[in-house]
């Protein structure tokens, strides 16, 4: 095996000094790591941009088919079941591939054309997977989504006033800042949720799991508190708003 002595010795008897062959080595050899990395860095770059005008056109497509559904078949009074289940199935197709972005995008455009009203929504989204779904300062007032996954959603500053959450797991949800009056909170799991400086008055909480939940200046009823604080867990408690 060769030595450190061996292979300076193998150096010292060529012509040129150590450091220059050094130099003629490593010179070469970066160029090509720069090389690499500017290539690989251009595909990356185009693979977004190739990502994002997909995810684009697809969302412009659902778009265009959602609104021509609701147009040509006025889903709100129409008989035909058949076309809330096209709707649904397209909805939830185009939801399990979109970005976060694009998914709040969706879900603000059937609260606004009241397709997932509560109590019966022309389009039935329960049971859905939206997970890490960012959904700060948005507008779903008295929709329904019962079942829905919602875990490490950033729900920072949303309206969701009257909403059917029954079962909805909200579990690590940013929910700061968040109004959720007269919601249904019924047996939903709201473990390890921020509700720092939000909203609950009169929402209904049977069953719901505050365990670790952070609560510190959430508005509730007196009767409310009485039930959250059953929890020892919590990380903060709320205040009543009596």
Known sequence: M????LI?????????????????LL?????ALLGWFITWKNNKNEREITKNKSLQESFDSYLEFMSKLILENDMANSDDHKVPIIARARTIN?????DSEKRGLVLQFLAETNLICAPNP???LNGINLNKTKLRNIRLEKISL?????????????NLKGSDFTSSNFENCNLSNSNLENSNLTYADMENVNLTNGNLVKATIDGTNFKQAKMENCLVTKTQFNIIIREKSLKSKPKTNE
């Open 122 to 124: 022309i389009i039935n």
């Open 27 to 31: 010179i070469p050899l970066l160029l």
């Open 8 to 24: 300076l010795g193998i150096f010292s008897s060529l012509d040129k000094p150590i450091w220059d062959w050094l130099e003629l």
């Open 94 to 98: 185009f939801l399990d591939s979109a």
């Open 2 to 5: 060769f030595n450190n002595t």
């Open 146 to 158: 019962k079942g829905v996954h919602l875990k490490n959603c950033d729900f920072k500053g949303a």
